[in-house]
């Protein structure tokens, strides 16, 4: 078996506890009329993806082995980002007949996703650009 699988493996058993962890954690805070622990999740986790791509790249501040970017980006936030919970929990929301809640976390999801991947790659960016400091 090739290692990378055994590495992918672990980040995803990390990912998805930490990912069960957190969203207990938000809906203990929040409630369970709307999903934001799934919402927090997903943000999080496109963020440091984010940062994680671009500060692993191969014109990176640290350049990282196939199997590290494997570990982290497939398996760590793999395992942590859970679009199929999205997809369900927006789906409960239109079975429901709650719209706008079910539209509400679509347009949420993906705005602040892309931004939140965005913003990630820029942070992991403004590292890169410090190399000689």
Not at 20 to 46: E, K, Y
Request: aromatic share 12%; hydrophobic share 55%; glycine share 12%.
């Amino acid at each position: 078996m090739n290692i990378a699988y055994l590495w992918v493996a672990i980040g995803g058993a990390l990912g998805s506890v930490l990912r069960f962890w957190i969203n207990d954690l938000v809906l203990a805070r929040t409630g369970g009329n709307f999903p934001w622990g799934i919402l927090v999740i997903n943000v999080t986790g496109s963020f440091l993806i984010g940062v994680f791509a671009a500060f692993t790249d191969p014109d990176g501040r640290i350049l990282a082995p196939p199997s590290v970017r494997q570990f982290l980006m497939i398996g760590i936030c793999g395992g942590y980002t859970t679009f199929s919970s999205f997809s369900l929990e927006t789906l409960k929301r239109l079975q429901d007949g709650d719209w706008l809640a079910a539209g509400a976390n679509i347009v949420l999801s993906v705005v602040l996703c892309l931004i939140a991947v965005w913003l990630g790659y820029l942070l992991g960016a403004m590292f890169n650009s410090m190399k000689g400091n």
